[in-house]
């Protein structure tokens, strides 16, 4: 086992393992190298991997962008960034100093080159710095960019594989902007590109808490018989945060809540809530379980959707102004900044259980987390002090911000009188293996580089998923009605309860683990 350099996390804190297998030797190219996403999440999760050894000596980083930059100027601006990551001790990435051998060590294997990645020729001077060399193309660019970057590449040669070496491309959502514009992106990529060289990220999918959701299902028997209709009465999924667009108001007016979160993030976790166990754990038997579901959701009825739009009100004592007076968003906007969904599945095991998904912006907490709503048990023989019926158990997952798990299940209330109450069980990460500095991009840049398609997604994934809320999307098109407004600060618009009431149904109240 490769020993950690041990400035790289707190004095006495766990430390994830070291690896027993690092990555094969190669380049990566990041296109759009100085952009935001490279120097809050790209690096600091290359650091990461430098200080668990997961990265080979014989590894090279090249930073592509159209900024007058030089290699110096670029690491130098990384390094800032990455400095105010000490500064904050309860940040998702948090260690107390930077490691100096350890960013030494990244940093000679880096270099700068400015340069236009939409043209052949420029593009094609990369050719000398990668020679034959495995390489990973990093798309870390607005979307525009997709098609005519990767376009570039093919033509320059550089994504053309051979039996001695991979090439590889690397894109982030958004995926297209609904069903046809995804199909148009596929279509293009796979052009000039094999489907096994594209490696689509859901950044979700790089939590550990998300990972888990595999295991958590398929290795305790204690969960896995009870998974089903059977036993299940609904199942909820929450992504709320508690800020606005927070000067994004140009990107989100053109975007909005459901494309913004369901197509992606949260139709990923509901695969991995939902999917039948899968043959075994490689890649494409995961992938061929997600697609299976996807594939079994009925198109979602605009009778079964909701669209809410925030405006001003308190939110932990400031005042966020609405929606609508934020820079880049225009003063008449329809954009929804809250959804709520009723998805049904098609098949045997999810019959007659009902998946609500929700989420959106400035709202009065922020969490992710998936409530297990079981069923009463068949014969209830007890009570609670307050002469209500024994309440049903309640599985609730906590993916943020605190990481864990609550099983809600009843107990004797002492006493000489016979009744229950409901008490909860808690699992937390922190608790059960410390805190370790992790940003989510590490297991999605190591798998690449290891050809571990499992947390990327495939074309036919990400077509499934569009094709489910497509007749929403253009059911809104067409209306002219606004969002229904709710304050910020609160738990959303009154028609989100509605939806759920009409089936007998409430919302779970947001975890008390707020931010």
Request: with cysteine; net charge negative; proline share 7%.
């Amino acid at each position: 086992m490769v020993q950690l350099s041990p400035t790289c996390i707190p004095a006495g804190a766990p430390v994830a393992p070291a690896a027993t297998q690092p990555a094969p030797a190669g380049t990566l190219v990041i296109l759009g190298a100085g952009g935001d996403l490279t120097h809050r999440l790209l690096v600091p999760a290359l650091y990461d991997l430098t200080c668990n050894k997961f990265l080979p000596d014989d590894f090279r980083i090249i930073g592509v962008s159209a900024e007058d930059l030089t290699s110096a100027s670029w690491k130098a601006s990384l390094r800032a960034k990455m400095e105010t990551f000490t500064q904050d001790s309860h940040a998702e990435f948090y260690t107390p100093k930077i490691d100096e051998t350890a960013w030494s060590w990244l940093t000679e294997r880096m270099t700068y080159q400015a340069l236009d990645f939409t043209s052949v020729d420029a593009v094609s001077t990369l050719a000398r710095d990668i020679g034959d060399r495995n390489a990973v193309f990093y798309l870390a660019t607005p979307p525009r960019f997709f098609e005519p970057a990767a376009e570039t590449l093919a033509k320059a040669g550089l994504l053309k594989e051979t039996d001695n070496r991979f090439r590889r491309l690397v894109i982030e959502k958004p995926f297209g902007t609904d069903l046809q514009s995804a199909q148009a992106l596929n279509a293009h990529l796979l052009s000039f590109l094999q489907e096994s060289q594209i490696y689509r990220v859901d950044h979700f999918l790089g939590k550990e808490t998300v990972q888990n959701l595999l295991a958590l299902r398929f290795s305790n028997l204690l969960f896995d018989p009870l998974w089903r209709c059977e036993y299940i009465d609904h199942i909820q999924i929450t992504a709320a945060e508690i800020l606005g667009v927070e000067g994004r108001g140009v990107f989100y007016d053109a975007t909005g809540a459901l494309r913004d979160m369901v197509p992606n993030h949260l139709f990923q976790i509901l695969a991995l809530v939902a999917m039948e166990p899968p043959t075994s754990l490689e890649p494409e038997a995961i992938r061929n379980a997600k697609q299976q579901v996807f594939e079994a959701i009925r198109p979602i009825s605009p009778q079964n959707a909701v669209r809410g739009q925030y405006e001003a009100g308190l939110i932990k004592g400031r005042i966020l102004p609405a929606y609508r007076d934020s820079k880049g968003v225009s003063p008449d906007s329809r954009t929804e900044t809250y959804t709520a969904l009723k998805i049904e599945i098609d098949s045997k095991r999810w019959k007659g259980v009902p998946f609500y998904l929700r989420t959106g912006k400035a709202l009065d907490s922020s969490v992710t987390e998936i409530v297990v709503q079981f069923k009463q048990t068949a014969h209830p023989l007890f009570h609670t002090a307050e002469g209500a019926a024994q309440t049903p158990n309640r599985f609730v997952y906590n993916i943020r911000p605190e990481k864990g798990a609550d099983l809600h299940f009843n107990t004797k209330q002492p006493g000489p009188e016979t009744i229950v109450k409901e008490v909860v069980s808690q699992f937390r990460y922190e608790q059960a293996f410390g805190s370790i500095p992790n940003v989510g991009y590490e297991t999605l840049l190591y798998d690449c580089l290891q050809g571990n398609a499992t947390l990327f997604q495939r074309a036919d994934n990400i077509e499934a998923a569009w094709r489910a809320v497509d007749p929403v999307l253009k059911a809104w098109a067409k209306d002219p009605t606004p969002p229904e407004p709710y304050k910020a600060g609160t738990d959303g618009p009154a028609s989100a309860s509605a939806l759920l009431a009409r089936d007998g149904r409430c919302w779970a109240p947001f975890s008390q683990l707020k931010e």
